[in-house]
């Protein structure tokens, strides 16, 4: 096998690459000055199984289309076989047709990729694994909810509880297995957005936080209502300290500011998103999975 490191995710394919012990293809990439993506390999790939490593985080759009063209080369160019690795998969939030008339973003992803030849697919911590139902493909989702967990076990945590900010089905599996993994109880609140503004209510719940630390785990910060709601209420029901750890820490426009109100004592996310808040690698969870596979 050999890897392929897209323009998002350069330094996790290098990671990936030195924790598996295979080798990166040489690619050239640069934009053309109308801001156009152009893609060389700079060895010959034909016959090469290869895995593919862009995550799709803003500019989503931009990253899509490179890892498209990555693909498509790829694929004409006669890999043996095409794995991709999409530790953040754009797009998997609009997972149905939640108004009538809307795109299902998802599908149409899966569609493109399938085309251009992906033979499997892997991703962290997608926001609803019906996702990878769409997919014909062998499609894995891995979850970094316990190493985010182990970052927080390591600062001296006071009888720690992982609380997820939403009741849905994988956001609170994603808070147990955090849980499970540093040996803490968790607990899970209710929230609901209201589709047409975006506006997030959380429900009140009472929660056995007091002179306790809590960690928050959820799949992704976008605008950081969702984190910065359960804060809120985690703080204002006598918790000693509050972390949030979300897979993907997109942190859109005033987040940090909104969290930082709240009184949270750390942010962290992985490197599914390369932003100052990349505190833990996904790394190592897709050498592992691809060391049992
Ligand atoms: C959605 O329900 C997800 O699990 C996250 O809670 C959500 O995407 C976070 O979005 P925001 O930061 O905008 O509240």
């Given at each position: 096998m050999k890897i392929v490191g897209g323009p998002s995710s350069e330094d996790l394919a290098k990671k990936i690459s030195n924790l598996l012990n295979v080798p990166l293809v040489s690619i050239r990439t640069k934009r053309f000055p109308d801001g156009e993506f152009y893609f060389k390999f700079e060895e010959k790939i034909s016959g090469e199984d290869l895995l593919v490593v862009q995550s799709l985080y803003p500019p989503q759009d931009a990253h899509t289309l490179e890892l498209f063209l990555i693909l498509h080369t790829a694929r004409d160019l006669g890999a043996t076989s095409i794995d991709v690795f999409i530790p953040y998969l754009a797009y998997s939030r609009q997972d149905r047709r939640y108004l009538e008339g809307e795109c299902l973003s998802s599908g149409m992803i899966a569609e493109i990729l399938e085309k251009l030849g992906a033979n499997t697919l892997y991703t962290v911590d997608v926001h609803n694994r019906k996702v990878l139902e769409m997919y014909q493909i062998s499609a894995y989702n891995l979850t970094a909810s316990g190493e985010l967990a182990k970052y927080f076990a390591a600062k001296n945590l006071v009888d720690p509880i992982v609380i997820s900010p939403d009741d849905e089905k994988d956001a609170v599996e994603r808070a147990k297995n955090a849980a499970e993994t540093i040996g803490a109880d968790y607990d899970f609140l209710k929230k609901q957005r209201d589709r047409y503004t975006g506006e997030i209510v959380t429900y009140e719940k009472h929660i056995d936080v007091k002179g306790r630390d809590a960690i928050i785990i959820d799949d992704i910060i976008s605008t950081g209502k969702t984190a910065a709601n359960a804060a809120k209420m985690l703080k204002k029901q006598g918790a000693r300290r509050v972390f949030v750890g979300a897979s993907?820490?997109?942190?859109?426009?005033e987040a940090i500011r909104l969290l930082n109100e709240t009184g949270v004592e750390e942010i962290a996310g992985t490197d599914?998103?390369?932003?100052?808040?990349?505190?833990?690698?996904?790394a190592p969870i897709l050498a592992e999975k691809l060391r049992k596979t």
């Open positions: 993907h820490a997109l942190l859109i426009g599914s998103i390369m932003n100052k808040y990349a505190k833990v690698s996904v």
